[in-house]
């Protein structure tokens, strides 16, 4: 056997493949979707323009915003399929949209079929995701973002409440090869049809370590509650070997930005929550800082993800469903990128266990 490249543990550092959808530079704390700064898209454009952009390389042209209103149109039977938890809702359900709309392998599609399925099932996902709610979903000329706050909160949010809600959906769409998106990736080298691949890197996406990480953070904020009891209450967690959720990144060596927009997004909102929690930002930065001296610790998206939940009314079991909404957009362009030019993904691994072949006993 060919002697194996050795490479950090967790493939940090290591380039996987190419993407011309976007990347991340975290030595500067920036990221880009396609030639745009993905922050100033966030701040300038609508949800929909970046999900054109990430999926076909440009804003969005009336056609697209109204195939994009079109795939919310789950069948009344997909929808009855969703059942459980939000993100086990959203797998049945897209499992069953694809036998619906007899998805094929990818392998066997063009790209325009894959194009396809992939704007069904990335259009599908709140509809299902908020489908757990037992309410009726919204209906009418509105966009992803409205959409999704009417359809998880049941009343009508204001135009401010709308827009962070775009804002902060538009700015997590894609983020590198971050573990999710790289699953979706793995497996549709595998040649599976589009569902499959979302459904897989949906499993990466649930843990705490991931997509699941708003709400946790959060709750480090309201069990700290002052400021001043930041120091107190971390320390001993960090010295048994917790983590401070919300701060620390495996790429940013500067500041997260889509931190930085979300904090200034729910600042424009106001409120108690928010001015609490930039305070103990920088009290549990402070200790973060001492602790690690030689470290750079940031504060990440996921922080200020949660506060911003929290002033939107946005349910906690839906916190982590949000973060979904947005980055399934990321998963289908980049299904369709590694479709388009495909080769199975297939490491080895360096065995390690007892010498081979021993007798049997």
């Not at 998880?152 to 775009?166: H, Q, T």
Request: aromatic share 8%; with cysteine; proline share 6%.
């Amino acid at each position: 056997m060919a002697d194996l490249i050795e490479v950090p543990a967790g493939l940090k550092g290591v380039a996987a493949a190419d993407t011309a959808i976007g990347s991340v530079r975290g030595e500067e704390g920036f990221y880009h979707y396609r030639q745009y700064d993905a922050i100033e898209v966030a701040r300038h454009k609508s949800f929909e323009d970046a999900w054109s952009l990430v999926l076909d390389g440009e804003f969005a042209d009336a056609d697209f915003e109204s195939s994009a209103r079109r795939s919310r149109a789950v069948p009344a039977d997909v929808i009855a399929a969703a059942t459980g938890s939000p993100l086990r809702a959203l797998q049945k359900g897209l499992l069953t949209l694809a036998d619906v709309q007899a998805m094929e392998p990818t392998v066997d599609i063009d790209d325009e079929r894959v194009r396809a399925d992939a704007m069904v099932i990335a259009g599908a996902a709140p509809a299902l995701l908020a489908s757990s709610t037992g309410r009726e979903l919204p209906d009418g000329e509105m966009g992803h973002a409205e959409f999704w706050l009417r359809a998880v909160r049941g009343d009508e949010p204001n135009e401010a409440e709308v827009r962070a809600i775009e804002i902060y959906l538009t700015s997590t769409i894609d983020h590198g090869f971050n573990n999710s998106t790289f699953s979706a990736r793995s497996i549709t080298s595998t040649g599976c049809d589009v569902a499959g691949g979302v459904c897989g890197a949906i499993g990466s996406f649930s843990g705490p370590l991931h997509g699941g990480a708003p709400g946790r953070a959060l709750d480090m904020i309201e069990s700290i509650g002052e400021p001043g009891n930041a120091e107190r209450w971390l320390k001993p967690r960090l010295d048994s070997g917790e983590k401070a959720m919300g701060f620390g990144h495996a790429v940013y060596l500067a500041d997260d930005p889509r931190a930085m927009l979300l904090r200034d997004v729910a600042l424009g909102l106001g409120g108690e929550l928010i001015e609490r929690a930039v305070a103990i930002e920088a009290e549990v930065l402070a200790v973060l800082r001492a602790w690690k001296p030689n470290a750079t610790i940031v504060t990440n998206v996921e922080y200020y993800a949660g506060v911003l939940f929290e002033i939107l009314r946005v349910p906690p079991e839906f916190f982590t469903p949000t973060f979904l909404v947005s980055r399934i957009v990321g998963w289908t362009a980049h299904i369709r990128e590694q479709a388009a030019d495909n080769k199975i993904i297939r490491p080895s691994a360096n065995y390690t266990g007892p010498s081979a072949p021993e007798p049997l006993p």
